[in-house]
């Protein structure tokens, strides 16, 4: 068990114990002391003044917040304030996001109400036409919710919002804004691809100029856009893994390696044997072309942002052409209409992680090695992949019981 923070809590002469904390008022310090709970109860335990200091220290902070003066400000006020002070830090993709929903949706739906005018209730209602009026993306919807969320704190903690009501927004789990039920249907259901299916692929794309980027994503489930931002510093083929510590994003127009979005996001992935020697075979051969190709590669090589801001060649690149040809996340389009057309396969590079993971869950690989291997941020999403093995198991199963 974690230790508890002891700060503020001392044993009396008589055995019992109490508490003391301060806090500022108008530039003024007080002080507070307790030797009963909010129950009224002796603090006869160490524990006790702990959890009775934490208590009063959250009511403190309460009433102050209601004493001070609320400022009304409109959801677009709020909005603006954030995008001015609350953002520094936060990535390229998600601040392109945070403004495309705002300049088309929200703006124009809650931008001059004031923000205390909001309620549940309608944001509800909102989400819910979103979601089954609209016909949007579950996970779209989600990114309205956590708008919501994001702009009622910042109202909140600039006092735009008094407690009770921003509680009731956001904190209290039995009426704050929620989701709308998921549909059946919905499609969070995991894509993956058939062993037949992967064989016709392994056929298709070897030779290609995408064949890297695929034995990537089938090989250790990278996301397209880590696969195309992989350099060959950033892959270790004595060790068998590579570190995934960046993405290729197209920012205003402009190529660059930027950081991943979360934390969990950062990994290192571990290879399969196949993996290893296809890109010891392919390192050997560029440094075997270096010399016919040079001139070539000075022509064709193209400079991209790194994460530090620093330019780099695009033949440090591991999806980078022989010829020094670069290779972004747009490469892959014309190998998905080409597979479609020739194929019959509904081929899409998510589809190659999703097939990953479960040929990984079907062999019973222990769940949080899997949620590493992804990059996943919560089990819950590793979670899905042995779902996803679970139907066909139960097929089997109902196939079994029929012909008893």
Not at 220 to 248: A, F, H, P, S
Request: glycine share 6%.
């Amino acid at each position: 068990m974690a230790k508890q923070n002891d700060t503020g809590v001392y044993q009396l002469p008589n055995g019992n114990w109490a508490y003391r904390f301060t806090f500022t008022v108008e530039g003024k310090k007080k002080n507070r002391k307790g030797t009963k709970d909010e129950f009224g109860n002796l603090l006869t335990t160490k524990r006790a003044a702990i959890l009775a200091r934490a208590a009063a220290v959250t009511r403190e902070q309460e009433e102050q917040h209601r004493q001070a003066p609320v400022t009304r400000k409109t959801f677009q006020e709020v909005y603006k304030e954030y995008c001015e002070q609350g953002r520094s830090g936060k990535a390229y993709q998600t601040i392109r996001k945070q403004d495309s929903i705002w300049n088309n949706h929200l703006c124009a739906k809650f931008g001059r109400r004031y923000i205390d005018e909001i309620s549940v209730a309608e944001v509800n209602d909102y989400l819910a036409h979103l979601y089954y009026t609209e016909g949007r993306a579950y996970k779209y919807v989600e990114s309205f919710l956590k708008m919501f969320y994001l702009i009622f704190g910042q109202a909140y903690s600039r006092n735009y919002l008094e407690v009770d009501t921003y509680n009731k927004l956001c904190v209290n789990k039995d009426v704050r804004i929620r989701m709308p039920k998921m549909k059946v249907d919905e499609d969070a259901e995991i894509v993956a691809f058939t062993p037949d299916e992967v064989a016709r692929l392994d056929e298709y794309f070897q030779g290609t100029n995408a064949e890297t980027a695929y034995l990537l994503g089938r090989c250790c489930g990278l996301r397209i856009n880590e696969c195309y931002g992989l350099k060959w510093e950033n892959i270790d083929t004595k060790r068998g893994t590579i570190t995934i510590d960046r993405q290729m994003q197209y920012q205003e127009g402009l190529i660059k390696l930027v950081s991943l979005k979360t934390r969990n996001a950062r990994r290192t992935v571990y290879m399969s044997d196949k993996l290893k020697a296809y890109l010891r075979h392919l390192e050997r051969e560029n440094k075997a072309q270096a010399a016919a190709l040079a001139a070539q590669r000075v022509q064709n090589q193209t400079f991209i942002t790194d994460i530090d801001g620093k330019q780099i060649s695009s033949l440090e690149l591991v999806n980078s052409l022989p010829n020094g040809k670069i290779q972004t996340v747009n490469s892959m389009k014309y190998h998905s209409k080409t597979i479609k057309a020739k194929l019959g396969i509904n081929f899409k590079f998510h589809y190659l992680r999703h097939t990953y993971g479960t040929r990984l869950a079907e062999m019973n690989t222990p769940t949080h090695i899997l949620c590493n291997q992804m990059g996943h941020a919560s089990g819950k999403v590793t979670e899905r992949y042995y779902l996803a093995v679970s139907k066909p198991g139960i097929e089997v199963l109902t196939h079994n019981l029929n012909a008893m």
